[in-house]
């Protein structure tokens, strides 16, 4: 599925399912409880801390969850996240283009 599928799946649900749109400002407070919990996860899986009884050591689904009200965002701000994406490899492009290869911190062993 490309970005735009994924932008109209998401809208298609919300007005199918979802009845509406949260708001703006709880979306990102549920973009932050979703990274938070992708972070937990994580800080497990590769981090020192350990699971619990009950926890997944996967860390899909909270990547999809981050990447649902992420799109939810862009649907709702009108943002179309492909040509977000591609300003930004642009972007990141020009700006690092040689400031990554000249880094010695990032040297192969």
Request: glycine share 4%; net charge negative; aromatic share 8%.
């Amino acid at each position: 599925m490309t970005i735009d599928e994924a932008q109209k799946r998401v809208d298609d649900w919300i007005k199918t399912y979802g009845v509406r749109y949260f708001s703006e400002l709880t979306n990102m407070a549920c973009l932050t409880e979703e990274v938070g919990e992708l972070a937990r996860v994580m800080a497990r899986r590769y981090g020192d801390q350990s699971f619990k009884a009950g926890e997944t050591s996967d860390p899909s689904e909270e990547m999809a969850d981050v990447l649902w009200v992420l799109i939810c965002l862009a649907n709702q701000t009108g943002v179309n996240l492909t040509e977000a994406l591609e300003h930004s490899f642009q972007k990141k492009t020009m700006r690092d283009a040689e400031r990554h290869k000249n880094n010695p911190k990032l040297k192969q062993i």
